[in-house]
């Protein structure tokens, strides 16, 4: 995709949705990493009905340790692999109180140190809690940079470094956003909604709907 075609599609995402935000439900940083832990292979939908009993007891690491393994388990049962995030959460919770204070540090190297958390994690949680200009790379942005022809690449790896490339600069703060909830609602895996979507024109799929 040419930068003129790349600026004219950020610039119909943004005038269609001024200001993206995530669909999890969250307070703190910390309850956006406990969201986006929960997250992986499941929806924000299922997490969030998960967090609502969650967080009013455990929204904060110290909360989170006093509840333990098992009854957080049980707060997430309904969401997949629910038992291995449940060790991953208690894990890194110890470890934001025992070394960063209770917070959530707002480095990636930092982030990534934490048990459960992957480049993709601390990524959302750099932008959409710290608004950090990173492009956190999901199923779903992976389709659309690929489809579209907007950043290409064999892995997420791949897109990730060509869309922080291509994505002019005024716009990165919310790419992330923009293309997740264009891929989630209109540029679809299994059925597109190309006659609904805004740069119909500027897509390079040769497979329009």
């Known amino acids: 995709m040419s930068p003129k075609k790349v600026r004219a599609l950020f610039e119909r995402l943004a005038a269609a949705d001024p200001e993206p935000r995530s669909e999890l439900e969250y307070g703190s940083p910390?309850?956006?990493?406990?969201?986006?832990?929960?997250?992986?292979?499941?929806?924000?939908?299922?997490?969030?009905?998960?967090?609502?009993?969650?967080?009013?007891?455990?929204?904060?690491?110290?909360?989170m340790l006093a509840l333990g393994e098992e009854r957080l388990a049980a707060h997430v049962s309904s969401i997949g692999l629910y038992r291995a995030k449940a060790k991953h959460i208690i894990a890194m919770s110890r470890r934001l109180v025992e070394q960063h204070g209770g917070e959530v540090p707002a480095t990636r190297e930092a982030l990534e140190g934490l048990p459960g958390v992957g480049r993709k994690t601390a990524s959302v949680v750099l932008n959409t809690a710290f608004g950090q200009p990173v492009i956190a790379v999901d199923t779903h942005i992976f389709r659309v940079a690929n489809r579209t022809g907007l950043a290409p690449g064999r892995n997420v790896g791949e897109v990730e470094r060509r869309l922080m490339t291509v994505v002019p600069p005024e716009f990165r703060l919310h790419a992330h956003h923009w293309l997740i909830l264009h891929g989630r609602y209109v540029c679809k895996a299994r059925a597109p909604r190309c006659a609904q979507c805004l740069i119909r024109d500027l897509c390079a799929w040769p497979d329009k709907t």
């Open 30 to 63: 910390y309850q956006l990493l406990v969201a986006v832990i929960l997250s992986a292979q499941a929806t924000d939908k299922g997490v969030n009905r998960a967090t609502r009993t969650l967080f009013p007891v455990a929204g904060t690491p110290q909360a």
